[in-house]
Nanobody, 121 residues
Framework: QVHLVESGGGLVQAGGSLRLSCAAS????????MGWYQQAAPGKQRELAA????????NYSDSVKGRFSISRDNAKNTVYLQMNSLKPEDTAVYYC??????????????WGQGTQVTVSS
């Protein structure tokens, strides 16, 4: 099994910054693409905020482009999301995702437990 543990959420004023971390552990051959998704409210769809391939190719949603930066440390199987110039509309539960390749070759998506980010105006 593969587990993701997130940290770094919290309450911040508009214009402030937060850094999220997500570490993968368990039995896998490698971690492929990793990403961060936003879920603004229970029942609403999770939306991709940013993703990064194992080779470092990044992708951002238009709403966070220029303010958020995703990075990863392959040696630590960890992905980070640096969030700057935060806005109240960034308030959401942030979920980490990862696509591991298991020792037998299977590939699937794993989700973290989510971390709350609240931006006050």
């Amino acid at each position: 099994q593969v587990h993701l543990v997130e940290s770094g959420g919290g309450l911040v004023q508009a214009g402030g910054s937060l850094r999220l971390s997500c570490a993968a552990s368990g039995s896998f051959f490698r971690i492929n693409t990793m990403g961060w998704y936003q879920q603004a409210a229970p029942g609403k769809q999770r939306e991709l905020a940013a993703s990064i391939t194992r080779d470092g190719i990044t992708n951002y949603s238009d709403s966070v482009k220029g303010r958020f930066s995703i990075s990863r440390d392959n040696a630590k199987n960890t992905v980070y999301l640096q969030m700057n110039s935060l806005k109240p509309e960034d308030t959401a539960v942030y979920y980490c995702s990862a696509v591991p390749t298991l020792p037998g070759g299977a590939v699937y998506t794993v989700w973290g437990q989510g971390t709350q980010v609240t931006v006050s105006s």
